[in-house]
């Protein structure tokens, strides 16, 4: 029962311990000029390595121990693909399509997409519900705040 | 009399109509994003950060606060209707509140939370007042090395306090200085953990970080559990005017909620969770009637919305004069001062008194509109419980979109958004509170400065953070709350039974 939970634990201490050996490398990356050799700017970093690297050994040695999270802690129940692959593929589609065919149209595909994981089943009104949601807000942006978002496809109409 | 001569000018300044509109649609705003579920005050107002472009930053910092206050009363309506907590300052509300909802009292529950946040709000305030030109007296002696020890103290403060495991804190505190060392380090030119992309040398925006743990993190969690329990609202039943019974019982509990919920926030430890459990547990021992509690007992529900409100208040305090901000939504205010060229710290009362009393006065004006705003248009936030959940996240996730893409135009601002949503969904989904990460992002970059500058001022010898008194005992502080709860555990855990 607790192994298949812990697994996923025992990767996420993994990644921790992973991302301090990142930084480390990236540490040793930074040039520093004799100068400041002793309060440069490699100290803080060094120290952001050591602790995420102290922190990943304490969660792998929790995680091997039967982990963190016990039965009734959380929810435990298996993930939902349906739901998050719609809504990772909408994200994915949005980085994708943003330059190319401009933010609002981006957006709707986005809407209707993640509206379709968490189970609607109407996409013509989500597209509608997106269009507006994603046409006001790229219109409260651009013209109020002045922030230029870029044109595409259906900005040039307005 | 010379703050109340300062307190009164903030009046002027606050009472303007362009900023009284401000603090109106603060609060309005505020209320809907805290009833609205996985919306919260730290999100809404990393979304709304490009306005520091093009609003004064009194206009921007009375939106926020009104915001930022808002939310709290909303989210006691979500957790008192829905028993969803909305944030884990809430999840009292959510026990003892939820029950009376469901026993037909949830007028009643939702009075008395409003009422408490205001009484509690206010006294809070007044505290704020008052105790905030004593600390920036004392601060103005403060040095690096002391700023640097105090910095310390609230990151692990923040990590050890908040959230269920230290070693989770921590991890989350320093994934966030990570983060807020990516860039150009400004004393030496050299660029840090850029990955060769140019994109990364102004270092990440602090809006792609928090919209993407907050928006798209909880995004995806709720959707890789999207199958799994569906909320059920109660409707609002009995009236919302409380009977003299629970005013009784009511005021007692406000009050001490407000003296509790106050020095905790204002404490460079803060945290609401503490005070809201505190207050819950001094309700339960000192009511008449204990055996209630767990089945909707009234005071369960004033004494800690009150003491959320008041330590709320209280977290303003080390904001506003030390620029140690101790929770997510302080944190991003924090960015906002920043993206101002306004150092908060000691300084900022005297160099922005119009801007800081202003905010105060705000404070006042903001909570009487919420306490207007929220009792008679209680049905109006019900309704917006009830927006369904496919068009709720998919607005959600449109919004972090724009926020993000819009400040830069760079589709690297995008992935990277996503990337840190992921992140985010790992953190949800393994229990590891986010705060301290947004906290450790923006003070981790002033930690550093300080540091290094103390470093320079004892030319490199580091013993300087122990032979200045205050910084030392600091630093012990620091060290003790770390490892106190650890040597407790394993002392217990060691010691043979008694028998």
């Known amino acids: ?158 | 009399m010379e703050t109340l001569a300062a307190l009164l000018h903030g009046f002027e300044v606050a009472i303007s109509p362009i900023n009284l509109l401000w603090a109106l649609v603060g609060v309005t705003l505020g209320t809907a994003v805290g009833v609205l579920p996985g919306l919260g005050p730290a999100l809404t107002i990393a979304l709304l950060l490009p306005i520091t472009y093009k609003v004064d930053a009194i206009g921007a910092f009375i939106l926020f606060a009104g915001i930022y206050y808002g939310a709290m009363y909303g989210g006691s309506t979500t957790s008192i209707l829905l028993n969803t907590p909305g944030e884990s300052a809430t999840i009292i509300t959510a026990i003892e509140g939820n029950r009376m909802a469901r026993n037909g009292r949830g007028g009643a529950a939702l009075a008395t939370a409003a009422i408490g946040s205001f009484v509690a709000g206010s006294i809070g305030i007044i505290g704020l007042t008052f105790l905030a030109p004593v600390i920036v007296e004392f601060a103005l002696r403060f040095g690096p090395a002391e700023y640097f020890a105090l910095m310390v103290l609230a990151f692990v403060a923040v990590s050890a306090v908040l959230g269920n495991s230290t070693v989770r804190g921590l991890t989350s505190l320093f994934f966030g200085i990570f983060l807020g060392l990516i860039g150009v380090d400004l004393q030496t030119g050299q660029p840090r953990f850029t990955f060769g992309l140019l994109e990364l040398l102004d270092g990440i925006n602090v809006i792609v970080v928090a919209v993407g743990l907050f928006a798209v993190g909880e995004t995806l969690f709720l959707a890789a559990r999207h199958r799994y329990g569906q909320d059920e609202i109660i409707p609002v039943r009995g009236s919302i005017w409380m009977t003299a019974e629970d005013w009784k019982r009511s005021w007692k509990a406000w009050l001490r909620g407000a003296a509790i919920g106050f020095p905790i926030g204002a404490m460079p430890a803060g945290g609401a969770e503490v005070p809201t459990f505190l207050s819950y547990f001094v309700e339960k021992k000192l009511s008449p009637k204990p055996e209630e509690f767990g089945h909707g007992a009234i005071e369960g529900v004033a004494g800690p919305e009150a003491a959320n409100n008041a330590s709320a208040t209280g977290v303003l305090v080390p904001m506003l004069t030390l620029g140690l901000p101790t929770s997510a939504t302080a944190a991003i205010m924090l960015s906002a001062f920043q993206s101002y060229g306004i150092n908060p710290g000691p300084l900022l009362l005297q160099n922005q008194p119009a801007l800081v009393w202003g905010l105060i006065a705000s404070l006042y004006i903001g909570n009487v509109m919420l306490l207007v705003l929220n009792l008679p248009l209680i049905g109006l936030w019900v309704r917006i419980l009830a927006i369904p959940k496919p068009l709720l996240y998919g607005g959600i996730l449109v919004f972090a979109t724009i926020g993000t893409y819009g400040i830069s135009q760079s589709v690297i601002d995008l992935v990277l958004l996503y990337l840190i949503g992921g992140v985010g969904y790992l953190m949800r989904r393994y229990d590891f509170p986010t705060a301290p990460a947004i906290i450790g992002m923006i003070l981790g970059p002033l930690a550093e400065q300080e540091f290094r500058r103390a470093m320079q001022v004892s030319q490199g010898d580091p013993t300087v953070f122990l032979t200045h008194p205050l910084s030392a005992t600091l630093l012990a502080i620091a060290v003790l709350v770390v490892a106190a709860p650890q040597v407790y555990r394993f002392y217990r855990r060691n010691r043979p039974p008694r028998d």
């Open chain 1, 1 to 158: 029962m607790r192994l298949p939970k812990a697994k996923g634990q025992v990767a996420l201490a993994v990644g921790v311990i992973g991302l301090a050996a990142v930084v480390w490398h990236q540490t040793t990356a930074i040039p520093v000029s004799p100068i400041y050799a002793r309060i440069g700017p490699t100290v803080f970093p060094t120290m952001v390595a050591a602790g995420l690297f102290v922190v990943g050994l304490m969660l792998l040695w929790q995680a091997l121990r039967g982990g963190w999270q016990t039965e009734e802690d959380q929810d435990q129940s298996p993930v939902d693909w349906h739901a998050l692959g719609w809504v990772l593929a909408g994200l994915v589609l949005n980085v994708a399509l943003i330059k190319p065919f401009g933010f609002t149209l981006a957006s709707v595909l986005l809407f209707a997409c993640v509206a379709h994981g968490f189970g609607s089943t109407r996409p013509v009104r989500d597209a509608a519900v997106g269009f507006v949601l994603a046409g006001g807000t790229y219109f409260g942006f651009s013209r109020l705040l002045g922030l230029d978002i870029g044109t595409g496809l259906v900005e040039r109409l307005f």
